[in-house]
């Protein structure tokens, strides 16, 4: 598994395709990381590597990681809470292990592929779904202005080894989460979710060293 961290997210990443990672290496350690097994893939006989750009479903952190914790906090009757608003190229878990399977048990062209729907959705949108989908309207806070690097692929590559993928829709994806969260919700760390720590976190995550 690859991550579109390897395009050097201290820049925006728009539309990138496969070979846009050899432009630059990322700063950050992640990114690093990751750019460097690439090199190493490209190289290998028998290795594929799927980049994923934002994957997401009902077992992700819901701690920290946007979607499943924007849902939480809708089913706790809490404001949606977003650092500044950004374009990302989520796929839902659901999809993610399909593409898996079909990389396994198939022979295909290429080394790497970008893994994702290659369609652009910002989160400020996707808190509305979660509005929408619940039966309780969310404030949805922005604490910057403007807009962060954009975070997006093109998958041209990937669908061409699957001819016609239907990915399912950021609405049906999120009442699905809803009603596994709603379920499992005496079972979730609640005390975090209200302190939202990690939120004071994202400003420096792809800073680098």
């Not at 592929?113 to 652009?120: A, L």
């Not at 994806?173 to 302190?195: P, S």
Request: with cysteine; glycine share 4%; aromatic share 14%.
């Amino acid at each position: 598994m690859g991550s579109g961290a390897e395009y050097s997210k201290q820049k925006p990443i728009i539309e990138a395709k496969e070979d846009d990672y050899l432009q630059a290496l990322p700063l950050d350690e992640y990114g690093f990381y990751k750019s460097i097994t690439s090199h190493f893939i490209e190289k290998s006989e028998n290795i594929v590597q799927l980049r994923i750009f934002g994957a997401y479903g009902e077992y992700e952190n819901y701690r920290y990681k946007f979607i499943s914790n924007a849902i939480v906090k809708n089913l706790l009757h809490l404001p949606i809470t977003i650092n500044k608003n950004v374009y990302f190229d989520y796929i839902y878990s659901d999809d993610l292990v399909k593409i898996i399977d079909f990389f396994i048990y198939n022979d295909t062209k290429e080394k790497i592929y970008n893994v994702t729907t290659g369609t652009k959705v910002d989160l400020i949108t996707l808190a509305n779904l979660v509005n929408e989908v619940g039966d309780f309207y969310s404030d949805i806070r922005v604490i910057h202005e403007g807009l962060n690097n954009e975070y997006t692929s093109n998958n041209e590559r990937l669908l061409k080894e699957f001819g016609d993928f239907q990915f399912t829709s950021h609405k049906n994806a999120i009442a699905k989460m809803r009603c596994y969260f709603q379920e499992n919700l005496d079972k979730l760390d609640i005390q975090t979710i209200k302190e939202d720590p990690y939120l004071k976190a994202i400003d420096t995550m792809w800073k680098g060293k």
